[in-house]
Structure formats: structure tokens, C-alpha cells
């Protein structure tokens, strides 16, 4: 059948190269932008590393819809951190139609919401797939609040012409989220997964995650399977409304904890750009920290207390699969030395976390990442990174401490590692929700409360070739098949530290381990 070609004149885009093509539509689309920013963020087209998104675009926020404002109703909230946590917060929704005049509600108080800070709505379009799907039509919305207290609660509701939060028949909509500490704080819990898509375990997990009142959570991307396949190309399965039930799905956590999100390999959706990522940018409003959010919208850092974390976009380094290999030319390396050396040399940092999608370590279905390994290990280690969290494999793997490729210190269930002197410890957390993968014959399960010592597990690592070269892990500390997720505790002070456990879904503790600085 024949691919639509997103208003190029079929005539002329027969004629035209993919690469020709979204030069066409970057500069036909550039002419016509329109932006509107709440608060001080900086915006741009929806672009990819190569061009701009054709079927993405931001419209103004007096867009209007046929439909009466009083009858379409916000859902889908979540919250992401701006550069500060400490005085930025980005607040995103959906609606099922355009709306007039969008904006968010906020103040101390569910009775004092005398702030409004207006929004900006994000138009996303897929197009019709003959005898495959049909066009759809999604409606983003998205205001940064700046100039927040550190440390306060604000209530907040979203709202638009027709639709008042604050009026008594809406009041219910009305939730809270709470500004990061100006110090750090004695202790703090965040949380984190990968691979999570919709359903009954994936909702679970967001329930059992709410129970530990984590400040932030962080999500090692796979985020809702849109995209089933995950070759990041257009002939990709895709079905742009499962992200309607999975905004549903997230929303009763995501409203009040910040939803950190980084990109996988099916959260490259090629329909909306070059490189896939348009709709995570009509989606998603993640921090502006010195990488263009446009280029790669998953690569970003923040601080929050004595923890700097940093999200990546494997797909740009993955020997496995290569759709976006090289996409930002180096740029995402060479940011990550800068700032992780920005981080290490930070008086109020004490730990650095590092989060991505594709594993380093593990050997579930997909295995290692030689390009990760390549591109990205070095610097963890001249930087002294203290944990690593990815997702792409559906298990719970933990490695012991890894220094040059070796194990530099058994970590064992309940154990204690200093990466300046073991190494670091990888965490595959990629029991989100989605379906379970296992181990390779032979490998045991092996986690807290059934501990399985054995011979070191026989696996492989992804080549650059795509070729795939067995290798032995002795590294694999921790095999847990299950739904699951991570819980770490900061702790600040004289002696700080990051106890790290994971949980099941049914709240069983599968594994834990403290991580120190001068243990």
C-alpha cells in the first residue's frame, strides 16, 4: 500500500528522498509556527535530531474546538521537574478536543488558587493508515510554573474556557504537588522502572510505588507501547490511542509525583519525525538542562537534595537496534562529560544516578549494550557515577560492583558498596508492567529470601556489527522474574548514603543494598 506523505504532493514526493522529504516539511512548517510559553520555558518546533516532526505542532492557546468548553474534561495529568526542582514545576494534560484558552490554577491553598498561568496546547496528528488504523487526533497541554517556594505544597487544577477548577462542581480535580528543599534534606525516597505499557500490573505498580511517597520518579523509558515493535521505523505496529489509556492509567501518581521520564526503543514513534521522538515532545515537558530538549527530549539532568540524577537516550549509542545510532553526532557524550564532571565537582552533590533504557549489564532477553558499554562506561567511571538504572530487559537484575569490565566487589543481598574503590553497581529494573522475560538456561532465579550462589551465567553483549558475542557474567549478583520496581532512600549528613531496595508488586522486598561514599 501506499505510505501518505504528510502534505508533500505525491507527485512530488515519489520523486523525493526521506531526507529530502523532511527538509520539505521542516521549512514548510517553520513558516507557520506558533508558540506560546507560560512562565519562562523556551520552546522550539517538535523536532528530532534530523528535522522537524511533520505531524506535530504547537498552536496557540486561543486554538478552539465545536464542542462547549464545559463539556470536555481534562485527564491525563503529570508532572515533570523544570532545570529547579526547587522552584520550577511543568505541569502537562490532555484533552479530546481543542480548547480555548488553557491554563493551570495554582496556590497555597485549594481555596486560594489566585495564581493562573496560562498554557500551551500541543496539536498531534497520525495520519490515516489504509486498512490499518484510522487518523487521530490528540490535544496536549502543558504550563511551566517558575518562581515557586522551595520545600512548599501548592494545589493546583487545570482548567480552560468553560472548565473552572477552582468552581464548586469542579473542585474535586484538584490535587498538590510539593517543590524540592532548598538544602538537602536528612532523607528523601525516589522511585524508578522501565518498560511499563498499560495494564493490571503496571497499574498496580503505580499503587504499590504512591506507598513509599517518593519526591520524584524515574521511568527507564518503554514507556506505554504505542509502538509494539520498536524498530523506531513506519512500518512499525502502532496505535496512537494507547497513550490516551495510559495517561489514564498513570495520572492517579503522575498528578503529584513528577514523572521523569527518558526514551526506549518503542517510544521512537517514526510517524511524527525523522527520528521518532515528536510525540514524546507533544507528550512530555522535561527539564531544559543544557542539552537541546529538542534533539533528544530524554537527555536531561536535575538535582534534587544530594542527589544529581541524569537521564540518556540509549538509542542514540545502540549497537542493537540502530534506528537513531548517532543521531545527536557525538553531542549526547560529550553534554554527559560536562555535566556529570559538573555534578561530581558540586559541594551539595553527593551521589550521581545515572538512568537510560537499554542495559549495560544484564542477561534477560536482550542482554548487554556494547554501545553503551563503549560510548558511556568510561565516563561513569572518571566521574565516579554512583548507580545505574536501565530498563529493556522485563526482569529485576542487579549486578555487583563492575569496575573494568570485572567484578570489583561481590555485592551481596543486604551488602555495602563504595564506587570509588568497587566500582558501580547496574540495576535492569524492567519489571514496569509489561511482559515478563526470563533468564538463560541454567540461571536461577536468585534474590532475597532464595539466594541460588552458582557458576557465572552464560550470555552475550550486542557488537557493533548487530552481531551478538557470547560473554560469561560473573557480574550477576540478583535474577528476579517478576513485576517489580526500585525504591532508594537518600540519606544526607555526615555519613550519606543510598539504600536501594526492590520491591515486588505485591510489596515483597526482592533485594537491597546500601550504596556509600568512604564506607
Same mark, same amino acid.
Given at each position: 500500500?501506499?505510505?501518505?506523505?504528510?502534505?508533500?504532493?505525491?507527485?512530488?514526493?515519489?520523486?523525493? &528522498?526521506?531526507?529530502?522529504?523532511?527538509?520539505?516539511?521542516?521549512?514548510?512548517?517553520?513558516?507557520?509556527?506558533?508558540?506560546?510559553?507560560?512562565?519562562?520555558?523556551?520552546?522550539?518546533?517538535?523536532?528530532?535530531?534530523?528535522?522537524?516532526?511533520?505531524?506535530?505542532?504547537?498552536?496557540?492557546?486561543?486554538?478552539? &474546538?465545536?464542542?462547549?468548553?464545559?463539556?470536555?474534561?481534562?485527564?491525563?495529568?503529570?508532572?515533570?521537574?523544570?532545570?529547579?526542582?526547587?522552584?520550577?514545576?511543568?505541569?502537562?494534560?490532555?484533552?479530546?478536543?481543542?480548547?480555548?484558552?488553557?491554563?493551570?490554577?495554582?496556590?497555597?491553598?485549594?481555596?486560594?488558587?489566585?495564581?493562573?498561568?496560562?498554557?500551551?496546547?500541543?496539536?498531534?496528528?497520525?495520519?490515516?493508515?489504509?486498512?490499518?488504523?484510522?487518523?487521530?487526533?490528540?490535544?496536549?497541554?502543558?504550563?511551566?510554573?517558575?518562581?515557586?517556594?522551595?520545600?512548599?505544597?501548592?494545589?493546583?487544577?487545570?482548567?480552560?474556557?468553560?472548565?473552572?477548577?477552582?468552581?464548586?462542581?469542579?473542585?474535586?480535580?484538584?490535587?498538590?504537588?510539593?517543590?524540592?528543599?532548598?538544602?538537602?534534606?536528612?532523607?528523601?525516597?525516589?522511585?524508578?522502572?522501565?518498560?511499563?505499557?498499560?495494564?493490571?500490573?503496571?497499574?498496580?505498580?503505580?499503587?504499590?510505588?504512591?506507598?513509599?511517597?517518593?519526591?520524584?520518579?524515574?521511568?527507564?523509558?518503554?514507556?506505554?507501547?504505542?509502538?509494539?515493535?520498536?524498530?523506531?521505523?513506519?512500518?512499525?505496529?502502532?496505535?496512537?490511542?494507547?497513550?490516551?489509556?495510559?495517561?489514564?492509567?498513570?495520572?492517579?501518581?503522575?498528578?503529584?509525583?513528577?514523572?521523569?521520564?527518558?526514551?526506549?526503543?518503542?517510544?521512537?514513534?517514526?510517524?511524527? &519525525?525523522?527520528?521518532?521522538?515528536?510525540?514524546?515532545?507533544?507528550?512530555?515537558?522535561?527539564?531544559?538542562?543544557?542539552?537541546?530538549?529538542?534533539?533528544?527530549?530524554?537527555?536531561?539532568?536535575?538535582?534534587?537534595?544530594?542527589?544529581?540524577?541524569?537521564?540518556?537516550?540509549?538509542?542514540?549509542?545502540?549497537?542493537?537496534?540502530?534506528?537513531?545510532?548517532?543521531?545527536?553526532?557525538?553531542?549526547?557524550?560529550?553534554?554527559?562529560?560536562?555535566?556529570?564532571?559538573?555534578?561530581?565537582?558540586?559541594?551539595?552533590?553527593?551521589?550521581?544516578?545515572?538512568?537510560?533504557?537499554?542495559?549495560?549489564?544484564?542477561? &534477560?532477553?536482550?542482554?548487554?549494550?556494547?554501545?553503551?558499554?563503549?560510548?558511556?562506561?568510561?565516563?561513569?567511571?572518571?566521574?565516579?557515577?554512583?548507580?545505574?538504572?536501565?530498563?529493556?530487559?522485563?526482569?529485576?537484575?542487579?549486578?555487583?560492583?563492575?569496575?573494568?569490565?570485572?567484578?570489583?566487589?561481590?555485592?551481596?543481598?543486604?551488602?555495602?558498596?563504595?564506587?570509588?574503590?568497587?566500582?558501580?553497581?547496574?540495576?535492569?529494573?524492567?519489571?514496569?508492567?509489561?511482559?515478563?522475560?526470563?533468564?538463560?538456561?541454567?540461571?536461577?532465579?536468585?534474590?532475597?529470601?532464595?539466594?541460588?550462589?552458582?557458576?557465572?551465567?552464560?550470555?552475550?553483549?550486542?557488537?557493533?556489527?548487530?552481531?551478538?558475542?557470547?560473554?560469561?557474567?560473573?557480574?550477576?549478583?540478583?535474577?528476579?522474574?517478576?513485576?517489580?520496581?526500585?525504591?532508594?532512600?537518600?540519606?544526607?549528613?555526615?555519613?550519606?548514603?543510598?539504600?536501594?531496595?526492590?520491591?515486588?508488586?505485591?510489596?515483597?522486598?526482592?533485594?537491597?543494598?546500601?550504596?556509600?561514599?568512604?564506607?
Amino acid at each position: 500500500m501506499e505510505i501518505p506523505h504528510f502534505g508533500i504532493p505525491p507527485e512530488l514526493a515519489r520523486r523525493m &528522498s526521506m531526507a529530502e522529504q523532511h527538509e520539505y516539511l521542516r521549512t514548510r512548517l517553520s513558516r507557520r509556527r506558533a508558540l506560546v510559553t507560560a512562565g519562562a520555558v523556551a520552546s522550539g518546533l517538535l523536532t528530532g535530531c534530523s528535522g522537524s516532526g511533520p505531524t506535530a505542532t504547537r498552536t496557540p492557546s486561543s486554538a478552539t &474546538s465545536q464542542a462547549p468548553g464545559s463539556h470536555i474534561r481534562p485527564f491525563g495529568r503529570h508532572l515533570a521537574f523544570g532545570a529547579d526542582p526547587r522552584t520550577q514545576m511543568r505541569i502537562s494534560w490532555q484533552v479530546p478536543l481543542a480548547v480555548r484558552k488553557p491554563y493551570v490554577r495554582v496556590g497555597p491553598r485549594p481555596d486560594d488558587l489566585g495564581r493562573k498561568v496560562e498554557a500551551e496546547l500541543r496539536d498531534l496528528h497520525t495520519p490515516e493508515l489504509k486498512g490499518v488504523r484510522a487518523a487521530v487526533e490528540q490535544y496536549y497541554l502543558h504550563a511551566a510554573l517558575d518562581g515557586l517556594r522551595p520545600d512548599t505544597t501548592y494545589y493546583y487544577g487545570v482548567g480552560h474556557e468553560g472548565f473552572d477548577p477552582a468552581s464548586p462542581e469542579h473542585r474535586s480535580t484538584l490535587t498538590s504537588f510539593r517543590t524540592a528543599p532548598a538544602k538537602p534534606p536528612e532523607r528523601f525516597v525516589f522511585t524508578a522502572f522501565g518498560d511499563q505499557g498499560v495494564g493490571d500490573e503496571a497499574a498496580l505498580n503505580d499503587r504499590m510505588l504512591l506507598r513509599r511517597g517518593p519526591a520524584f520518579h524515574l521511568h527507564a523509558g518503554d514507556i506505554c507501547y504505542a509502538d509494539p515493535t520498536g524498530r523506531g521505523r513506519e512500518s512499525d505496529v502502532f496505535d496512537a490511542t494507547q497513550w490516551d489509556r495510559f495517561l489514564k492509567q498513570t495520572e492517579p501518581v503522575a498528578r503529584s509525583v513528577p514523572w521523569m521520564v527518558t526514551t526506549g526503543n518503542h517510544d521512537m514513534e517514526a510517524w511524527y &519525525s525523522p527520528d521518532g521522538y515528536g510525540g514524546q515532545l507533544a507528550r512530555f515537558s522535561l527539564p531544559d538542562s543544557g542539552f537541546d530538549p529538542h534533539t533528544a527530549p530524554g537527555v536531561y539532568s536535575f538535582t534534587y537534595g544530594n542527589v544529581g540524577v541524569v537521564a540518556l537516550d540509549t538509542n542514540d549509542v545502540s549497537y542493537e537496534i540502530p534506528a537513531n545510532f548517532g543521531c545527536t553526532h557525538g553531542r549526547q557524550t560529550r553534554w554527559l562529560d560536562r555535566r556529570l564532571g559538573e555534578l561530581r565537582a558540586s559541594r551539595d552533590v553527593d551521589f550521581i544516578v545515572v538512568f537510560f533504557h537499554h542495559c549495560a549489564y544484564s542477561t &534477560s532477553t536482550h542482554a548487554s549494550d556494547g554501545g553503551v558499554r563503549a560510548a558511556w562506561l568510561p565516563l561513569f567511571a572518571r566521574h565516579e557515577v554512583d548507580l545505574v538504572i536501565n530498563g529493556h530487559n522485563h526482569v529485576y537484575e542487579r549486578t555487583d560492583a563492575v569496575r573494568d569490565g570485572e567484578v570489583g566487589r561481590p555485592v551481596r543481598v543486604g551488602g555495602t558498596t563504595d564506587p570509588r574503590r568497587d566500582g558501580i553497581v547496574y540495576v535492569t529494573a524492567g519489571g514496569g508492567g509489561k511482559e515478563l522475560y526470563g533468564f538463560p538456561d541454567g540461571a536461577k532465579e536468585s534474590y532475597e529470601g532464595h539466594v541460588t550462589d552458582g557458576e557465572p551465567v552464560e550470555s552475550f553483549r550486542w557488537t557493533k556489527s548487530r552481531d551478538t558475542k557470547a560473554e560469561s557474567a560473573p557480574w550477576s549478583r540478583v535474577r528476579y522474574r517478576g513485576f517489580s520496581f526500585l525504591s532508594v532512600e537518600a540519606v544526607s549528613g555526615a555519613a550519606p548514603r543510598l539504600r536501594v531496595s526492590a520491591l515486588a508488586s505485591s510489596g515483597e522486598r526482592i533485594d537491597h543494598f546500601e550504596v556509600r561514599r568512604g564506607a
